[in-house]
């Protein structure tokens, strides 16, 4: 597996499907015949978030490492600009165990007064000229730089979350890069959970039928969750109500709700952001291989606003800046700016900037908003029953051939691989039979066994 986090667009885009176009976005874990890009086995796992099972074993552990990073950062230096982006290093004064204090108690009182979001976002997206020349698996030959120029598009999203029930309807407008043919084709995506069962309807493809986009992939899928759906483009939401993001597990999806434990942060020094000044908070490493972890700027005099959030794996990866505005529900986000860094972490690969049009807090959450279900014509992927297949007008489901071959789940192609093993298998036997034969015989020409006598084999 390769490792880069969901890249390129926001969300989706090359995503982890099993298709032969995919947008790449900010966080994705990929199967093994896709051309996304993953963070790890189990996707983006935020272990600050949706603590495992063994998390008691690995308190003193946690601790421990908390205290030697507070250690190190007595010989760091202060931050006096942005710049570094991440790991500001610099000395935490006296009274910042107060300050962590005041920060949680402030995100406690976001959660308390924010039961669900309704947010409307849009802007653009940009893919800066030559960001993709090192993209594994473009064609032979493809001229660079790829994009020619900087690439714009549209990004608009969509967000209604619903954090006590652990729900949300997530839509996005936006991008995707098809390596194969190196080409960027539309995607407008809707993801639907109810706190069970995740779902995508994949609009873009049916608005784009008999078109390369869309010839491979279906339409509609139930998902077994193979990479994250809540990725850090949309992190400004989450933040808004002092929750970090979840991971890619349903076991961490169904927690969206969660907040951070003041054990699983540490501080981390201060810095300048637009000329204010914000604490620097920074998230234990997860405990999989890939070691993310996240460094938060937070503003304590707008209510521990998060003005500045960074993924670290190895180095940066990515960051996003929030800017604020005040509202009878607190400060809340106006605006912000997406950035994901490219394969050698030296310049950016995708951009995104958007303005906040709707935040409307505690909407009306009619049951209906969290159902999604395909129509007739549909072609859909289930990942719980490992089978695809055309929805029929009365609901039967009629094969669909080769068409979704790519999937892995038509039975042709399963038809084929059983076959395939078993005349490998018939093969083997034959010639092993042959070989046996062979040495028993050989055996019997020196006496060293006999075959059908009471010493026989």
């Not at 201060?270 to 700027?297: H, M």
């Not at 159902?371 to 549909?378: H, R």
Request: with cysteine; proline share 6%; glycine share 10%.
């Amino acid at each position: 597996m390769v490792r880069y986090g969901r890249l390129l667009f926001p969300c989706r885009l090359m995503h982890g499907d099993d298709s032969n176009c995919r947008g790449m976005s900010v966080v994705v874990e990929r199967s093994a015949s896709s051309h996304g890009f993953d963070i790890g086995p189990r996707g983006t796992r935020i272990a600050t978030v949706v603590p495992s099972c063994d998390r008691r074993d690995r308190v003193p552990r946690r601790r421990a490492f908390r205290h030697l990073l507070i250690l190190l950062c007595l010989f760091g230096v202060n931050a006096s600009g942005q710049e570094p982006l991440g790991q500001g290093g610099a000395v935490a004064p006296a009274g910042d165990e107060e300050k962590l204090g005041k920060v949680f108690a402030d995100w406690q009182r976001r959660r308390g007064r924010i039961r669900a979001v309704h947010c409307q976002a849009t802007g653009n997206g940009i893919v800066p000229r030559g960001a993709f020349d090192e993209l594994p698996g473009l064609p032979e030959g493809t001229e660079r730089p790829v994009p020619r120029d900087d690439y714009v598009h549209k990004f608009a999203g969509t967000w209604l979350l619903d954090f006590v029930g652990s729900r949300f309807r997530v839509e996005i407008v936006s991008a995707a890069f098809c390596v194969p043919d190196a080409v960027f084709d539309p995607v407008h995506e809707l993801w639907v959970f109810d706190g069970r069962e995740l779902r995508q309807s994949r609009l873009g493809v049916t608005a784009n039928k008999g078109t390369h986009y869309a010839a491979a992939q279906p339409d509609f899928r139930y998902h077994r969750l193979d990479y994250p759906v809540l990725t850090m483009e949309m992190l400004p939401v989450f933040l808004a109500r002092g929750v970090m993001l979840p991971g890619a597990t349903m076991q961490e999806i169904q927690n969206i709700a969660s907040g951070i434990a003041p054990h699983d942060m540490t501080i981390a020094g201060n810095a300048i952001f637009e000329g204010r000044e914000c604490l620097l908070l920074r998230t234990l490493p997860s405990d999989d291989e890939t070691g993310v972890f996240f460094e938060l700027w937070v503003e304590l005099g707008r209510e521990s606003a998060v003005v500045r959030a960074l993924r670290f794996e190895g180095a940066l990866e990515s960051f996003v800046d929030i800017h604020y505005r005040q509202t009878p529900h607190g400060w809340l986000p106006a605006r912000w700016r997406y950035t994901r860094l490219g394969f050698r972490r030296s310049l950016p690969v995708q951009i995104i900037q958007v303005v906040v049009k709707q935040y409307e807090v505690n909407p009306a959450l009619r049951p209906g908003l969290f159902q999604l279900k395909p129509t007739a014509g549909m072609v859909v992927q289930d990942d719980v029953e490992r089978r695809v297949y055309l929805l029929g007008p009365n609901g039967e489901r009629l094969p669909v051939g080769g068409r979704i071959a790519s999937e892995g789940y038509a039975p042709a192609v399963v038809t084929a691989i059983a076959a395939t093993l078993l005349g490998l298998l018939a093969v083997g036997l034959a010639a092993w039979k042959f070989l046996l034969v062979r040495r028993v015989a050989t055996g019997n020409g020196r006496g060293s066994h006999s075959v059908n006598g009471e010493d026989g084999l």
